[in-house]
């Protein structure tokens, strides 16, 4: 079975230009959540969405926005790209939220 | 707010020996801690969690040692193997809640 599958897998982008992450959970997996992970640090909390609802957003500006589809895959939209937001974007797939994630390989993202 | 970190940025050790990880957390609340391994390029894997009603959880060659008094959390690993080398990262969980926070991270460099 495939596992979470991130596309693209790098992308570069400059400052000020907006940005689409794409995240297939699990097959059978009806939540997503979306870390950003800055280098030399531990991944941090974006978004959790469950059922296509939204169910808890960590401290990140309204530049940041995600949605989630019928088929519970996952986009996560950044606009007006800072050089900070140079990171890999990590997307992690869990049957109901609660435990169980398993996370994918990541979007590494480049602003220049 | 919450924190989670680690005592110990890089540890060494030879192949063969046995590997102690630590992390402490700071918020009471949490009753729900993971072990993730990231190799370079990939992300987070899960290796190993433990629920706050347990001490002591065993899984293959890792074991995970959760001291609430204390509120400290650490990850041994016996034989340590050169494909154990990687960043491990302690995770932990709000009762409740359905998003992770992580550490900063210990590099784990095995000697041949």
């Known amino acids: 079975d495939a596992g979470v599958t991130q596309s693209p897998t790098h992308l570069i982008k400059t400052r000020g230009q907006h940005v689409t992450l794409r995240c297939s959970p699990i097959s059978g997996h009806k939540s997503v959540s979306w870390y950003q992970q800055v280098l030399g640090q531990g991944p941090q909390f974006i978004f959790q969405y469950y059922e296509k609802e939204e169910r808890g957003r960590g401290n990140f500006p309204d530049r940041f926005s995600a949605r989630q589809f019928p088929n519970y895959s996952s986009e996560l939209n950044v606009n007006a790209l800072l050089l900070g937001d140079s990171a890999l974007y990590l997307c992690?797939?869990?049957?109901?939220?609660?435990?169980?994630?398993?996370f994918g390989s990541g979007t590494r993202l480049t602003v220049v | 707010g919450e924190s989670v970190g680690l005592h110990l940025p890089t540890l060494s050790v030879q192949e063969g020996d046995n590997s102690i990880i630590n992390c402490a957390y700071s918020?009471?609340?949490?009753?729900?801690f993971i072990w993730y391994k990231q190799e370079s390029g990939k992300g987070p894997q899960f290796i190993i969690d433990?629920?706050?009603?347990?001490d002591k959880r065993q899984g293959q060659r890792v074991t995970v040692l959760l001291n609430k008094t204390v509120k400290h959390l650490s990850l041994q690993i016996a034989a340590t193997q050169p494909g154990d080398s990687a960043v491990y990262f302690c995770?932990?969980?709000?009762?409740?809640?359905?998003?992770?926070?992580f550490g900063t991270g210990t590099r784990l460099t095995v000697i041949p």
């Open positions: 433990i629920r706050s009603n347990m």
């Open positions: 995770a932990e969980m709000q009762a409740g809640a359905n998003n992770l926070f």
């Open positions: 918020n009471s609340a949490s009753d729900y």
């Open positions: 992690a797939s869990s049957t109901r939220g609660g435990d169980g994630y398993t």
